[in-house]
Structures are given as C-alpha cells and as structure tokens.
C-alpha cells in the first residue's frame, strides 16, 4: 500500500477529492459554502484527472439543484456511480429525487455543507436546518466533524452506499469544516481501491437501466400494494448500520483511523454525558478532556451514523453512569417540542426502559438544546455551561447556548473567558485586512508553509465581510505541536500575535481585544516609527502597556512599492509575521517563504519572484520595533459605528453590528418577523476612497451624467433657488443652470458624499466636459479624500438640507432632467465600480416613491439586503421602495404575487368607492376610479385624491370606510420590480420568468445581466457568452448566450429592452420609462460588468461601450404598444458592430485567458462568437425593419 | 546561379528572411513561407511587456482574486494548464524548428534592462539558430542624453550576450543622430548584425474622443530607401551582417538593397497583403534581374552601389536632400 502524505487543505476539497476519485458522474449546481466542491471537480475533469478507474468524471452544471438532482438520479439509474454537492435551499431542492433515489435502493454519496435555511432571513452560514429537513427522504445521513474526517468518511460512504444500497448524504459544517484550512492524513488511490471492490461497482452497474436486459421501474401504484412495498425496505436500512461499521472498520485497517457509528469521549463513570454531531463534538471533545483531567465525570458522545438512526448501538455508547443527558441540535424548528436529535435520543432511551431495558440504573434526565445557528460561535465556555447545567437541580430544557435570549428566557450564561487544556501549547495569531489586499491568500500560504514544511500542525479560518467594496477579513490561525481541533475563533486575550494590515482600522475595530499578554503587535502604519504611537487610539495604546505587548510597524505599502509590487502589501506582512512571530526560527522562516515563492511561481513568474524576494528582504529592513511608552497620550477614541445623528435603532442595534458585537445583541433587539428599517448603509460612514471626485463647475455643463454612473449614489445633482443656497457652507458649490429643462434663475450643485465614495472614478470617466486647452482636466477631477472629507462632509450635509425639486416639474426625457430625482438607493455594499447598481438606483430615482421589489437571492439582494446596513431609502415623505427576497428560483412568481395582491386591493377599494359613493362624493369617487397615473402629476394627483378619501373616511363610522382606508393607498399606481441576475432569469428562475412573462400582469422584470453567477464566484449560466472562461466552463463556453430578448419577443405582448447604460445612457433611461408604463409584463435585460469578467472595474464603462461596438451587446427596445401604431415595434438602437469582437474579447480576461489555457479553442470559439453576433444584428436588423403597417390596417378593418 | 548568402554566420540559400510577422504564429504559414523560398524566418515577437503582464496576470489570477466575500474566494478558474506567452513562444518555436529545415531566428523586444533578457537563454534552449533583439525604445524623457540611449542598445546587447551564444541581430530604430555609430559600438559589443529599421506604432488622436491610440499602418515601397541609405553607408565600414527591412514589396526594392550592401532582405508587409507566396514572386524577379544583368551570384553584386562603391558617393549624403525637394512639384490643387 502507498504511503499517504499530509496534506493542508479545506473541507470542501477534502471531500471533492474523494468524490472525484470515486464516480464517474457530477451534476452541480453552485451555492455557498458548497460551491468550491463543484468547482474544484470541475477543474479537474478539465484537467483531465482521472477517477480511479481510469475515466475522466463527466462534470456538468445545472440549472437548478432540482435539476441537479434529477440529472443524479437519472444517471445513478443507467449504472453510473454519481454524486453531487450541496447546501440548504439547494439540498431542500433535491428532496423530491432523494425520495427517488432512496426509494428505489440507489447506491449515492452526495456531499452537504451543511447551512442554515432562509426563513426570517437567509444566512449562508452552518447549521444543520438543511440536512434535518431530509432526515425523512431515506437517504442515510453520515456527519463528520472535521477536515480530515470530511475526507475519510466520503471514502466510508462511498463503500458502505455500494454494500448496503442505501444512498447517503453526508455532511458537515458549512464554514466551520467546508473553509477551515486544516491538515490532514491524504488517502491514497491504493486505499480506495482496496474498499471498493469492483464488484460491488459492477453490481451497482448491473442494475442500471439498459434495452439489453429491459426492466420497469417508477411505476404508479394502487392502495392495494404501496404500503407494502414501501416496508419492502426495512431490511436495508436495519442492515445498514452494520455495512457502515464495518467500512469504517475496514477503513480502520488500511488508514489507522477508526471512527464508530457513536463514539463515546469522557470519563467511564461519567454522570454528566452531552451528545452531538457535527464540528461541535470536537469542540465538546476539548471541553471533556479539560474537565475530567480536573476530576470531572463527563463525557460526550459523537453521532456519526444519524440515519437510519440505531438506538441500540447508540445505547451501548453511553455510559452506564449517566444521569444527566444534554442533546444539542444545530438547527430549529419552531413549535416543535425539542429539536430532532434530541427527540431520537429522548425516544431511544424510553424505548429501551419502556421495553424493560437495564442499561442505566434509572431513567437519565434528558434535556435539548439548540446551539450554533448560521455558524454562531459554539465555544468551550458554552460547553461547560451546558454541563454545569446538568448539575443544577432542575436543568432547563429546550435551552439556547450562545445567545441571550431575554425574550423566552431559554438562553443558558457562560462564562466567555472559559479556556481549556487544548489551547495551551497553540500559538494564535489573528490577522485583519482589506478583502482585496491578499490577507487572506497570505494567510493560507503560511499555513501551507508550516503545516507542510514542518512538524508543525497549523490551523486557518477566515472571517468575511457581508460587504464587497473594502471587505475586512478576518483570519484566525492556529499552530501547534499536536494536531488542531478547535472549532471556534480565537477569542479575547488569547492571540499572541494581532496584525493590522490596514491602517484605517485601527479607529474601528477592538482588535487588541484579542491580545494574550506578552503579545506581538504588527501594524502596516505609513508613518514613521517614532509617530506610530501617535496613530493610536487611546484605548489601543493603553491595552498595549496594560498587556506588555511588543509593537512593532512596517510601511508595507511603501516597501511593496520600492519593490515594483505596487500595492501588494501582503507578502511584505508574510515576512513580519514570520520574523516576529516566533513560530519559526527566523532565518529558515524566511527561506522557507522564499522557497514557497519560487515553488508558487517558478518559471512562469521569473519577475514577480524576483520581487517578492525584493519585498521579502526590504520587509526585514524596514520592520521596526516601537519604544511603548509607560502612559497613554492619544487625543482620540475609536470611531462611532454610526454617524451621531441615526436613530436610535440604528445606534443600538445596527451600530452594534457595525462594530462586530452583534453577538452580544440579545433576541429582544432583533425585530421578530424579518423587518429592518431603510436607509441605514447612510449612516455607516466607511471612507473607502483613496480619492474622490472635484467638481469644476465652470466647465461642468450639467449633462447629469456623473449621477447616472455612479454605482453608490455618491455623487448627486440638486436643482435649487438662489435663496435657498444663501446659508451655504463656504465650499459649498453651485451655479445658474444650464439650459431650458429648469426655470431661470435657478442654481444646480453637484455634490460628492465624500465618506461614502468608494473612489471608482467612474464618473471622471464618463464626464464629457473637457477643459479646451488641456482635454484631461475634466468638469470632474479626482483628488486625495482627507484633505477634502471636513468640508465636502459639511457640503453633503448642507446639499442633502435642500429642498428636493418638484417631481411635477422634471423634464424625465433627457439626463439632465431626470437625474436630479432623489435616488432611493444608495450607498450600498457593492464592488467598487459595480455594474448593476446604477440600473437599480435609476430605477428608484424615477420611480422609488411607489416601487415594490422582488429580489431574487444574489448579489443585488447581498448588497441589497444583507445586514447590517440597508441600502434601499424613504424619501422626506416616508415613500421609498418595498424590499424582499423570497429565494433564488422563485422571485418572478413572488413578485408576480405582490402584483396580484396590489391589484386585487386595488379592486377592492374601487368596488368600496363604488359602494360608499354618496358618502365620498361622486366625483371625487369618479376621479379616484379613473385618474390617469400615466405621468408623475397623474400620480400625485391621485395621491392627493387618496389624502383627501382618508379625511373624508375618518369621519365616517362604518367597516367599509376603515376597509377602503385600509386598501386606500393602492389607488395610486405602484410599481412591481423584479430583480435579479442572469443566474435566476437564464437558469434557476427561468420557468418561472417565463411563466410571468405569459400571464401578461404589469411587472416589470429587471436582469442585471452579468452572464455568470456573480455572487457565489463566477460559475457559468446560460448568459454566458460563447467562449466565455467561467467556472464550470474552464475550458471556454462551448455555446452561445441564451437569447432572452428573442424568447421575451416571441410572446408579442412583452415590452423587451436590452441596455448598457454606460454606452448609451439616455436610451437606457428612455427604456426603464417605457418599460414602467408599459401596462403588462416589461423584460429589462441589463447588460453590467463584473468583476468575474476579469476587468477592473473602473472600466466599467469602457468595457460597456466596447460590448456594444462589437455586437457583443445589441441594444434594442421591442414595444408592442408601438404595433398598433403601425409601427415595427421593434427598435434596433444598435448599429452594425464597428469593430470585431476579438477587440472587445482581448479586453476581458475571462476571454483572453482561454488562449492562454486552450489556444486552438479559444480561436475556434472566437470565430464561432463572431459568426453568432454577425448572425445575430443580421436578424434583428431584418426583423426591426419589417413593415406593420398592414398589419395595423388589417386590425382596423 | 548562387543566390546564396551569408547572414550572422548562417548560410542561406538566397537572401530573403520573413522578419518578424503574424505568419510565424502557426507552422502551416511559416512552411508556406519556407517553400516560397524564405531562406530563414524570424518569429513574431516576445514583448518584454507581454512577459511582465502575463506574470501579473498569472499572479492575479493565483493569488490576488480575493474580495473578502464568503461566498466567492475567486471568480476565474485557473487552469493547470496555463501558459505564459513566453511558453507559447517557446512551444512555437521547437515546432518551427521540428517543420522547418531553414534557420528559424527567435525575437526579443523589449526596452528595459531587467529580467526579461534572460528568456533570451530559453529561446536557445528551444532550438533558435540565432536571437532578434528589438530593443523598442522612445527616449520620451527629455532629460536623457542620446548618449544614455546609445548606452541602453549596448547594455541590453551585453546582457543578452551573457546568456546567450547563438549569433544575435540587433533591430534598429532609424531615430540616432549618428547610426553609424551605434553600429560601431555594438560591432565592439559584440552584436552579429543589425537589422535597419525598426518601424514604430505611432499614437494618433481620435478626433471623437480626444483619445490617443496607436497606429500601424502596413509599409510601403517608398520607406525601403532608408534602409537603403544606411546599408549604402555602413557597408564595408562594419564587419556585421547587415539587414534591411521596412518598405520591400517588390524585387526592385529587394535589388537596390542588396546592390546597396545588404546580406539579407527582410520582408513583412508585401506577404500581409498578398501571401506568403509573394515571396516566390520576388525572388524570381531576383533571379530574372541577376540573369538579365549577368550576374553570377548574390555575393557579386552585394555592395556594388554601396557608399564605398557608387559613383557619387555624395547621393547618400546631404546633397541628396536638396536634389528632393528642389524637384518637388505640388500637386494643382494646393495653393502654393
């Protein structure tokens, strides 16, 4: 047998690894945290890597997990060994097939990352909600707890699903165990090989379908047989425990590791037993073995084995002693009376005494708890909470641990500074960065280096950002002599070494919170050494003399520059971490990232070693360490989370958040139903930006298209009168206007919200105002932000004091006009530069006060709604949009449902306006029923109709009267949004957009088309464009971009537009006005570039104009209202490409890369796409120029 | 008839060498070339630029596609498969030179004096018979001393020779205020023979957006006399190879620059337009001419109206310029 190697690898490749040895069919689908399995197989059969039956695994993505999921199944049914990977909606997705596949003894392993579900709210983080709601499909159910077991026991179920025929899903922690980087024992092809023999492949063969030997299977049946041949299984699931102890037995033999179905951890005479499963057991694990070396008796039992769930083996695990029995759950359900692990176990162990069963000497007390939701930390201190509980008298049951539950009062206290044995002996070290800085990716480097490069075990989990513009990450590692289990965070004075990889942190966040006494402080400060000190806060700098910690800084930015490695500061940190760290002797240390650079690059790299070698050594050089001095003399405190002026919600609650001590916030500040209030990213003040834009208002000429752009609503036009600006602050800018779309004499201001700019330049770019003698001197100019931030702040201020302009009186037609309508929309967490976000906040300048929105789960509900801070804003009157998401796959039937229900209301209040006229008055109830809303006067209008019904109604007594006031507001015409990306509407969504498409309602569906999954990291949709890099299509997109304009168009009845707004503005303008008041379903295919497009994003307007110029895009509006006109209604607004797509393709590295991965195709599938847009503006162009105007006659006659 | 010729040291079966050019992207076009009769090739160019961007693509794409979102580690998967433009180069040219049975001459272009040079060793190693160095290099910097960018051509040369043994060329551009003697000082570095002249992309100005963009627009015959004054001047003064290249379509151009003293013709634009086979054209016309005139062999009329041997040394000179423009006649339409 081969000798394994350690390998330093997360869980979600420990598991794909197997799985990709052991079948020979995939169906993905992507979805945090599980996506990366799917990815890492979709790589390798790229690669070409062999299963270990020499056959390349097919790996295909679906469209949804549904289809995922069937695809499995309908593999598994022609003989095939197939797999699949998921996580929470995804896996809720697969139930229907699971019952299938389980149904019909179909061997499977499919692997979980276990993760909440949504319900008040989605969360992406672990637990086990997603896997105990499929506990009833007949698929086995086989946890592991940690990296190394990830692997082992994807092998075991591979072997045991093979034997006993009952398909298994096996999970672990989403995060905690999925993304923990951590080492393990590889296993090698040679054992795998041993526990899967061929001929338990063959016999799972030899059942698969085929004409040569034809079978029937899934048939319908009667009452009379059902029920039977639903029992006709029981032998296979009794049998399966055993099959599965003896591949772990087997497994044992070949690797040295055993596991059991239960494991029993603890003292032999434990009174006090907790049982678990999942990454908590090892944290549980840490806790015994603490407390029974004190004297405790305690002890824990792992469930490995939960389905089918065997009582008596479970029984046998747990000590005869035990007393006091703890079941935690890692998951909820509400109204239930205990979660379900606790219920089997409650119901073992009664069977087993109601039977006449002796194990315990009495009846044990056994009470559940609920721990861990969406990753909720689950800590030693927690866990000796839980077993001082059991010592109480009366132990509660269905408690909580981890939270503070001061509504039910179900929460347990711990004590946080709780530390067990395990920790000592570990070297903690916690890191904060920028997302984008590369602290991570150093991180994982250094990991690599320690725990492959030396005897040292070492540990790495990252702490993310809910943001994507200036993402902190947080990295906690762990290294040691003896392996690392661990699963929690480092926690407060624990870490021996905090590093501050950005300076601007310092004033946000408690980072010396952490530091051990005696520790290592490292901060990158731009200052010299002996001003470093000045940099801190006061806090900081007395935590620093009161813990004895030695502070050292670095000028990373200036040494990575001196090294040509611009702004890549880490692995300038890499090296001080090393040298000061102690972890390693130094100078091997430092040989050792050398090596680590050279093996990362090697001949590919020649220049990028050379300057990481040149960074590496000017780091030791420019490290010093700074004299503490024996008091505090900083001037300042940290940061407030929020500006002094939010409410008091926002103070409390999302400022607490802000600050990262939402943990501490306790169940009674967290509203009940999912509800948070708008507007609150405006009171998170985060000064991303380097630089921020200049206005030169003698050469702006007030085009509104610098607003237009701008993806956080940062910079803002205002149409004013001169008396209203005579308080201005002395800065504060402002000129006549241009132009006849305003009255004379009124003042225009273009204002930058200078600490809510992300520094994107995009609207320098698009700034059309050039100073003649010198064409880069623009109307807009960036410049440094601190030197501007005091007063552009007071401006900001001052500017959002003004008066809004009369939505009555704005000339909508054209840019200048429109764009001074106050944005609904601002502000939010998306990437600098982002290109969908400035088609949603257009979309809430023009329409905002009366919009509702669907959103479908992506990236415009993450930087739409993830907490803490909420994007979507009220205007001055309370009006703004109306935000949910519902899921992924059903956002255009969730917003065709607001649309029902908006109308239906809408009917109601007619008929009741109808019934109560003499009471209302007959022509205010005429106008109400027959108001035209087709223009903003119309509408507010009807608005002040509506004000005047609610006056009229308060004095009427009757129920019709607080009815129609109840549906009163529905009068006025409001506006159904459903938004989404590519992924939704081309793939998972796509049933249901079209079926919305069909039902002719009035919604208007808007696709932030960025032709790939842009949230979950770039996989491949069918918006992919042909030749496209993408994950899942490593090797280029084989075929083309669905045409969804062209399917929208064939029903006849649907407004269709495709736009870029960077490359044609006020057409897209022009588009979201027609689609809005077309008065049935409108299709918004919005073309935005995305980081996945391997493009920075400052050229997110370029890139948009080249996409038009080469055909890559075709803007084009289809209206049918125009038909009736006589009139084609479609508009080809796109000319003949100018200019061939290869020249747009070579500015985008998912194109360009292909010919550096697979030249002969990517010139293959070049002059595919090239063929497929020449095609492509052909037919548009014929089909815009066919004449109606016979058609039109022949409808009059 | 001997069309042969000699050129850094290789012997070439006649006197016309394809420079630098798409058509030796793929080995189908680099053969036609070869049975148009090419003597030798020189590859298309690896760019110092393309060098240095691909390692920071490829470090981008490893290392730095991190936002700091939990849902996304990276957007663009990374295939093993990757390969650098230097190692495409590379794979290209051991496929050249396993189709080939002519010389095949890597390039190099590049300005800088840092680590790109050193690929000049791989290029070797993949079987080149001999290295282009196209040292592309703008003195933008209006505080540099010519004598600076003199230095740069020599320092780059001398780097390059320390890695290298094959021969190595050198192509020039046509903007020094003593050519001649920049050939001098890299004749005593050590070049093996220069290549005159390099043709620049020029930035234009897009009169829509104000933008400066870059230009290349194919040669004509009309630029071949430069290369043909300096080759007139430079022969028998150099003991290098000398190369013309810039501006030869047709055999008359190929003629007038080997009567002028070069070694070797290079063409480029001519097989753009009209395909490699156009070389077949040319050299027939070479044949012709020399059969017609009586000549026995390229070695023969090599030089013979070169600065040393024309009858009026004085025409390759400043006097030639007067004659020009004093024979100027403008066109009717322009009002003079």
Not at chain 1, 68 to 84: I, N, S
Not at chain 1, 416 to 442: E, H, I, Q
Not at chain 1, 544 to 551: A, M, P, Q, R
Not at chain 1, 709 to 737: Q, Y
Request: negative net charge; hydrophobic residues 40%.
């Amino acid at each position: 047998m081969s000798q394994s190697r350690k390998v330093t690898i997360e869980g979600n490749e420990a598991a794909a690894s197997v799985a990709h040895k052991t079948n020979e069919v995939i169906a993905i689908y992507p979805i945090t945290p599980s996506s990366t399995m799917g990815e890492m197989a979709d790589a390798w059969s790229d690669q070409s890597r062999e299963n270990l039956w020499g056959a390349v695994p097919e790996v295909i993505e679906m469209q949804s997990e549904a289809g995922a999921a069937g695809t499995v199944h309908g593999a598994l049914q022609t003989g095939a060994l197939t797999t699949t990977f998921t996580s929470s909606q995804g896996l809720l997705l697969m139930i229907p097939n699971m019952y299938k596949i389980a149904g019909e003894l179909t061997s499977s392993v499919i692997h979980v990352a276990a993760r909440s579900l949504a319900a008040q709210a989605l969360s992406i983080f672990g637990d086990h909600s997603d896997v105990m709601a499929v506990r009833q499909t007949g698929f086995s159910l086989l946890s592991s707890n940690n990296v190394q077991e990830v692997m082992d026991f994807a092998l075991i179920a591979q072997r045991a699903t093979l034997e006993s025929r009952v398909p298994i899903a096996h999970f672990f922690d989403g995060f905690r165990t999925s993304h923990e980087v951590n080492e393990a024992e590889e296993i090698s092809d040679d054992m795998m090989r041993a526990l899967l023999p061929d001929e338990l492949i063959r016999a799972h063969r030899e059942r698969g379908l085929s004409p040569d030997a034809p079978v029937l299977r899934g048939t319908s049946q009667n009452p009379d047989v059902y029920f039977q041949g639903r029992e006709s299984v029981n032998p296979y699931y009794e049998a399966m425990p055993d099959i599965v102890q003896a591949a772990m037995d087997q497994f044992a033999e070949l690797t040295g590791r055993q596991y059991g179905l239960f494991e029993y951890e603890g003292a032999k005479d434990a009174e006090r037993v907790l049982i678990i499963m999942g990454s908590g057991a090892d944290a549980v694990e840490e806790t015994v073995e603490h407390l029974t070396a004190r004297g405790e008796k305690v002890g824990l039992v792992k469930v490995r084995l939960y389905r089918p769930f065997a009582p008596d083996r479970l029984l046998a695990t747990i000590p005869s002693t035990a007393i006091r029995i703890a079941v935690l759950d890692r998951s909820k359900e509400p109204g239930s009376d205990g979660e379900p692990l606790y219920k089997d176990v409650v119901t073992a162990i009664a069977e087993h005494i109601s039977a006449g069963g002796s194990h315990f000497a009495a009846m044990p007390r056994i009470v559940g708890g609920r721990y861990g939701l969406s990753s909720k930390e689950f800590t030693p201190g927690m866990i000796k909470a839980v077993f001082d509980e059991l010592n109480s008298e009366a132990p509660k049951n269905h408690f909580t641990i981890g939270i503070h539950d001061d509504v039910s009062h179900t929460s347990l206290d711990w004590d946080a500074g709780f530390r067990v044995d395990a920790g000592k002996g570990v070297t903690k070290c916690m890191f904060f960065g920028l997302g984008s800085d590369g602290t991570v990716s150093a991180n994982k480097n250094s990991i690599k280096i320690i725990g492959e490069g030396t005897d040292l075990y070492a540990q790495g989990y990252f702490v993310y950002d809910s943001k994507k513009a200036g993402a902190v990450t947080i990295s906690h590692l762990r290294f040691g002599e003896n392996p690392i289990r661990s699963p929690y965070l480092i926690g407060d004075d624990e870490a021996h070494f905090v590093a501050c990889h950005q300076p601007v942190f310092l004033e946000r966040y408690d980072m010396l919170d952490h530091a051990e006494e005696g520790g290592v402080f490292l901060l990158n400060s731009p200052h010299d050494p002996d001003k470093a000190w000045g940099q801190l806060p006061r806090r900081m700098q007395q935590q620093i003399i009161d813990k004895k910690l030695e502070f050292y800084v670095i000028d990373a930015y200036q040494v990575a520059k001196e090294s040509g490695m611009g702004r890549r500061i880490n692995t300038v940190m890499q090296t001080c971490f090393f040298a000061i760290s102690g972890i390693l002797e130094r100078d091997a240390a430092i040989a050792k990232i050398k090596q680590a650079v050279e093996a990362t690059y090697g001949k590919k790299g020649k220049s990028i070693v050379e300057k990481n070698f040149a960074a590496i050594d000017a780091a030791l050089s420019h490290l010093h360490k700074v004299e503490t001095p024996a008091k505090a003399t900083s001037g300042f405190e940290m940061m407030p989370p929020v500006t002094g002026n939010a409410p008091d919600f926002v103070k409390r609650i999302t400022g607490e958040i802000i600050a990262g001590r939402g943990d501490g916030l306790p169940v009674s500040a967290i509203p009940v139903d999912g509800t948070w209030p708008l507007g609150t990213a405006a009171f998170e003040k985060r000064n991303l930006a380097l630089e921020i834009p200049v206005w030169d208002e003698d050469l702006c000429i007030h085009c509104g298209k610098c607003p237009f752009v701008c993806p956080h609503a940062a910079i803002r036009s205002k149409v004013f009168s001169t008396e209203a600006a005579e308080n201005a602050p002395e800065t504060f800018k402002h000129v006549p206007v241009k132009g006849k779309e305003f009255e004379a004499g009124m003042q225009i201001s273009y204002q930058v919200a200078p600490e809510d700019c992300t520094g994107c330049g995009l609207c320098v770019e698009i700034c059309p105002a050039h100073d003649k003698s010198n064409v880069s001197h623009k109307a807009l100019n960036m410049a440094p932000q601190p030197a501007l931030r005091e007063a552009e702040r007071e401006n900001w201020d001052f500017f959002l004091n003004l008066p809004e302009y009369d939505r009555d009186q704005i000339r909508w037609n054209g840019m200048k006009g429109a764009m001074i309508a106050e944005p609904l929309f601002e502000f939010s967490g998306a990437c600098v530069g982002c290109g969908e976000t400035p088609y949603i906040k257009l979309a809430t300048q023009l329409f905002g006060d009366r919009m509702i929105v669907a959103n479908a789960t992506g990236c415009s509900s993450i930087y739409g709604g993830n907490l803490p801070t909420t994007p979507y804003a009220a205007n001055a009157e309370g009006r703004g949009p109306a935000w949910n998401n519902s899921l992924f796959e059903d956002n255009a039937e969730f917003g065709l449902g607001f649309r029902l229900a908006i109308d239906k209301q809408a009917d109601y209040g007619r008929a009741l306006l109808a019934r109560m006229e003499a009471q209302v008055g007959g022509q205010l109830v005429r106008e109400l029923i027959e108001a035209d809303q087709s223009d903003e006067p119309g509408i507010h209008g009807q608005r002040r109709r509506v004000a005047e019904l609610k006056g009229i109604l308060k004095g009427i007594d009757s129920v019709d009267a607080r009815n129609l006031e109840s549906v009163s507001d529905r009068l006025v015409k409001q506006s159904v949004w459903i938004i989404g990306g590519d992924g939704w509407a081309y793939d998972i969504g796509f049933g249901g957009v079209d079926h919305v498409m069909a039902s002719g309602r009035d919604v208007n569906i808007l696709v932030l088309d960025t032709e790939v999954y842009s949230n979950t990291g770039g996989q491949m949709s069918k918006a992919t464009p042909t030749g496209a890099i993408a994950k899942f299509a490593a090797g280029g997109k084989p075929v083309a971009k669905k045409d969804m304009a062209r399917i929208a168009m064939a029903y006849g009845h649907v407004y269709v537009t495709q736009v870029a707004f960077g490359s044609k503005d006020v057409l897209t303008l022009r588009a979201f006005m027609e689609a809005e008041s077309y008065p049935g379903p409108s299709l918004i295919i919005a073309y935005s570039p995305c980081i996945a497009h391997g493009v920075d994003l400052s050229h997110c307007i370029r890139q948009q104009d080249l996409a038009v110029n080469s055909g890559h895009v075709n803007l084009m509006r289809y209206d049918p209202r125009r038909a009736d006109k006589g009139l084609n209604p479609l508009q080809l607004d796109s000319k003949k490409p100018t200019i061939p797509f290869k020249e747009f393709a070579e500015t985008e590295t998912r194109f360009s890369m292909l010919w550096r991965t697979h030249p002969q195709q990517a010139a293959r599938l070049m002059t595919k796409a090239q063929n497929e847009i020449d095609e492509r503006h052909h037919q548009l162009q014929q089909l815009s120029a066919m004449s109606y105007e016979k058609l039109a006659q022949e409808g009059e006659e | 008839m001997d069309l042969s010729t000699t050129y850094l040291g290789l012997k070439l079966a006649n006197p016309f060498v394809p420079s630098a050019s798409p058509l030796s992207h793929n080995v189908d076009t680099a053969k036609r070339l070869e049975d148009a009769g090419a003597a030798a090739i020189i590859m298309y160019s690896l760019f110092e630029e393309q060098i240095a961007t691909d390692e920071d693509n490829l470090d981008h794409l490893m290392h730095r596609q991190d936002i700091g979102h939990g849902e996304a580690h990276s957007y663009l998967p990374v295939h093993e498969a990757y390969k650098t433009r230097l190692e495409d180069y590379l794979e290209n040219l051991s496929s050249l030179k396993a189709a080939l049975s002519i010389p095949v001459i890597a390039s190099l272009n590049g300005s800088s004096i840092g680590g790109w040079v050193e690929h000049g060793k791989h290029l070797q190693e993949a079987g080149a018979d001999a290295l282009e160095l196209n040292v592309y290099y703008i003195a933008a910097d209006i505080e540099q001393e010519g004598v600076a960018v003199e230095d740069r051509y020599v320092s780059i040369l001398r780097e390059l020779k320390r890695h290298v043994s094959v021969p190595i060329n050198m192509k020039l551009s046509p903007q020094f205020s003593s050519v001649g003697h920049l050939v001098k000082q890299l004749e005593a570095a050590g070049v093996n023979g220069v290549s005159l002249f390099n043709r620049f992309y020029q930035p234009d100005i897009d009169l829509a957006t104000l933008q400066v963009t870059p230009t290349l627009k194919l040669s004509s015959s009309a630029e071949s006399l430069l290369a043909m004054r300096w080759i007139a001047i430079l022969f028998g003064r150099v003991g290098i190879s000398l190369a013309a290249t810039g501006g030869v379509h047709t055999s008359q151009d190929a003629i007038k620059i080997l009567l002028a003293g070069a070694d070797v013709v290079h063409m480029c634009s001519a097989l753009l337009v009209h395909g490699p086979e156009r070389l077949s054209e040319v050299l027939d016309g070479l044949r012709m001419w020399m059969e017609e005139n009586e000549y026995d062999s390229v070695e023969q009329l090599k030089g013979s109206v070169s600065q040393i041997h024309a009858e009026n040394p004085a025409a390759f000179e400043r006097a030639n310029y007067m004659k020009v423009l004093e024979s100027f006649e403008p066109p009717a339409s322009v009002w003079r």
